[in-house]
């Protein structure tokens, strides 16, 4: 029999989250673990798994265990396959040349809406995301990046045809959306968890696919190439561990 794999719950979210990212693809990777996760991606499955970062830089090479705190710092333009404007890496993903949008947040509500700006108070922000009711919201504080805005088909009433949230990860479940309705459903468990534990953490009423699936466990060898990729385990350690 084999030897369980020890993990903790970033590194599941992280390892999660990169099997969700498909070969041949091109992601929008944000700073921190959607970046680690997207290169984790490319060193596992994923090899042709084209990375975009916000500050301009495409195919971006990162060393492992540098892994830039910002997707805006100039060392990430280093060996990078091409660098342009802000302006001219958005308007890729606005004419559609974008696969997948990662990001983190503070909050995520049952429509998909993210806020990555603020929680209550304009003073004080939250960047790490846990599977808690405080941050898995009914709705929003603020919306940074829009999803199904109020359900339905609100959001391609207010002009955005085409996108829209489609997977939530965290170390209980992985999340979806009902195609009809726009709203957050429960597509998957994490190993451990139960339904009654996520809708728990949850702070609206989940939907619930008929037919659950429980997600694999990290494998030995996703994990030693996540630590060699973040040997000081800066965004693989959550909080209070």
């Known amino acids: 029999m084999a030897a369980e794999v020890s993990y903790n719950t970033a590194e599941l979210v992280c390892i999660s989250s990169a099997r969700l ?4 693809k091109v992601v929008f990777a944000g700073a921190g673990l959607p970046l680690l996760a997207a290169i984790l991606a490319q060193k596992t499955h994923a090899k042709g798994l084209t990375i975009l970062f916000e ?5 971006p090479f990162v060393e492992p265990g ?3 705190p910002s997707t805006n710092e100039q060392r ?6 091409m660098v342009l404007s802000t302006t001219d890496v958005l308007l890729l993903q606005q004419r559609g040349y974008v696969d997948y949008g990662f990001l983190g947040g503070a909050q995520v509500d049952q429509y998909g809406n993210i806020n990555s700006s603020f929680i209550g108070d304009w003073s004080k922000v939250i960047v790490a995301m846990h599977h808690e009711k405080r941050r898995l919201v009914k709705k929003v504080d603020f919306i940074t990046s829009p999803g199904y805005l109020n359900g339905g088909d609100s959001r391609k009433q207010a ?3 085409a996108g829209g949230a489609l997977k939530v990860v965290t170390h209980l479940a992985i999340l979806g959306f009902d195609d ?3 709203v957050m459903c429960l597509e998957g468990l994490q190993p451990g968890a139960t339904v009654e534990k996520v809708q728990e953490n949850t702070g609206f009423p989940l939907m619930v696919k008929a037919e659950l699936y429980e997600a694999s466990p990290p494998t030995e060898q996703e994990l030693s190439i996540l630590h060699v990729l973040d040997p000081e385990r800066r965004y693989t350690t959550p909080r209070g561990e």
């Open 76 to 81: 990430c333009a280093a060996h990078a396959n």
């Open 159 to 161: 002009g955005l045809i």
């Open 55 to 59: 500050g301009g830089v495409i195919g």
């Open 21 to 24: 990212l498909e070969d041949g």
């Open 66 to 68: 540098k892994l830039p």
């Open 180 to 182: 009809r309705k726009g």
